[in-house]
Each structure stands twice: as C-alpha cells, then as structure tokens.
C-alpha cells in the first residue's frame, strides 16, 4: 500500500481506459499440452483460470451495468464504457483460448455450460448489489495476480511466446480496469460488511472452482496422482514463483475499511507496456 484513499481516488479519476481489439491465433501444431515450462501444474493451473473468465467476465458486465444507475460521475460513467469493452474483448479471447483445449480432450463444453447456468442462477437469485460485491473480489483476484503475471520473472518464466502475450495483455488490461467495479460499487452500495462478507465466499469459491477444474485436467491427462505434480504445485504456490506467499499481503489489503484498489499504485506498468508498441487496434 503506497497511498492515500484520497490520492487512490484521485489515480482512479485520472485513468483512461481503452477497449483493445486483440487476435491472438495459436497455431496448434506449435503449441505442447505442457506450454508453460514442460510443467503439468502451471499449465492445468493456468488452463483452469481461462475456462472463468468467459462467463464470469458477462458477468462483471452485467453486474456493473445492474448498478450504473446510481453513478453520476461523468468520468465513471466513462470508465464504465470501457471496462464493459475491455472485459466483452477477453471473453472473446479466452473463448477462443479455451476452444483450443478441446484438441486434448479436456470437456470444455461441459465445463462452459456448467458456467453459463451458474452465471444465470446468479443473476436470477442475487440482488444486483451482491453481484456487484462479487465482482468487486474477483476484480481484487484478478488485480492482485495480474500484477505478479507483470512484474515477477518466475511467473511468465517457461511460458509459451503466444501464451504468454495473452496473459500479459489480460494482466495490463486488469490492472487498468481494476478499480471500475470498485467505484461503482462504493457510489450504488458501499456496505463495508457486505464486501468483506462476500471476499470470504468467493475465496473459498474461486480457490474451490479453479482447483477442480485443474483435476479435471489433470485427470484426463493421467496426471491427477502423480506426486511429482503435487510438488511441483506447492513450489508453484509457496516457493517459486510464489503465487500465495506473494500475493497474500496484497490480498489481505481488501479487509481495510479505507481500502482502494489504486492504494496498490502501478501505473508505471501501463506506460512501459504501451512504450512497447503492442499492436493493437482501439475499439
């Protein structure tokens, strides 16, 4: 944490948020199964988290829009705009991406259309301020992990090149975004319990659904009992690159009344990725 709730908020105000059409082609006879070191755990881990993000990112989208109502800023209001074509363009993407696990077995169909009735069970019995909540956690998620994607060399290190320039796409495009929920969420509700209440469930959710889905890949893959894979997962987790002892502090910010996700100032992380001259085309 490296600022203020008020210099947060000001950083927040002040960013603009750019829908990026991106195509990411993977060519399939470049790409193993093990596209992320020759290692079974990262890359099941990693295919795990992309088969979430298409319906879970329609519904931050709708969740966000749910809520808009109550949003008067006109910067905001802006800002929204651009967070719901920032998250339309990664479901595209990862869509795309889970579509390509099919050409290792994996039961992507069954999973997705697991998804899409959670997602509509959702929004049928959840008021529009809890699916807010929910998106302002998993938004915290995505933010906490897209910073370790961005600024750890263990975490991309062994990373296919087409692989790995989705994921530090998505991580920029996290990182930009990560506060829109939030904001929207402090204007339309702004129950300090209901948000810590709903971080809770949605770790033991988010933790739960990634790590089944991996099994699942795992299994299919006759890797479920390998011990070797285990270990490999608890130094991915605990050692290197350390995704839970690295994220945690970040993760336990959330908990403070004053909190706000721009307290976690890495804006220089925008400017070095555009100073890049990543192609892509603005929408």
């Known amino acids: 944490m490296n600022n203020s709730l008020e210099q947060a908020q000001q950083i927040s105000a002040s960013i603009d948020i750019t829908g990026r059409k991106m195509e990411f082609d993977f060519e399939p006879g ?3 199964r093990y596209w992320y070191g020759n290692n079974a755990f990262k890359s099941t881990f990693m295919n795990a988290l992309s088969c979430l993000f298409p319906e879970g990112e329609r519904m931050f989208m709708d969740a966000v829009r749910d809520n808009q109502q109550c949003v008067t800023d006109p910067q905001l209001l802006q800002q929204i705009k651009g967070f719901i074509k920032q998250e339309a363009i990664h479901g595209h993407e990862h869509a795309q991406y889970n579509d390509f696990l099919k050409r290792w077995q ?7 259309n697991f998804e ?3 997602k509509v069970w959702l929004k049928k019995w959840l008021s529009p301020a809890r699916r807010l909540a929910m998106t302002c956690a998993l938004e915290h998620f995505t933010a906490i992990m897209a910073h370790q994607v961005l ?3 263990d975490f991309t290190e062994g990373m296919h090149p087409q692989f790995k320039e989705m994921w530090r796409w998505h991580a920029i495009e996290e990182t930009e975004h990560k506060a829109v929920a939030y904001d929207v969420y402090q204007q339309a509700v702004g129950s300090y319990w209901l948000r810590i209440y709903t971080m809770l469930v949605v770790t033991v959710m988010f933790c739960f659904r ?3 889905f991996q099994a699942i890949f795992l299994w299919k893959d006759g890797q479920l009992f390998n011990p070797k894979v285990w270990w490999h997962g608890v130094k991915f987790y605990f050692l290197k690159p350390g995704l839970v002892r690295n994220i945690w502090s970040d993760y336990l910010d959330y908990f403070r009344r004053d909190f706000h996700p721009w307290m976690h100032d890495n804006r220089e992380l925008l400017q070095q990725w555009e100073a890049e001259g990543q192609k892509y085309k603005a929408v």
Not at 106 to 112: C, H
């Open 151 to 153: 600024t750890n060399p």
């Open 30 to 32: 470049d790409i193993p």
């Open 116 to 118: 899409k009735k959670e």
């Open 210 to 212: 990634t790590s089944l």
């Open 106 to 112: 994996y039961p992507i169909d069954k999973i997705m």
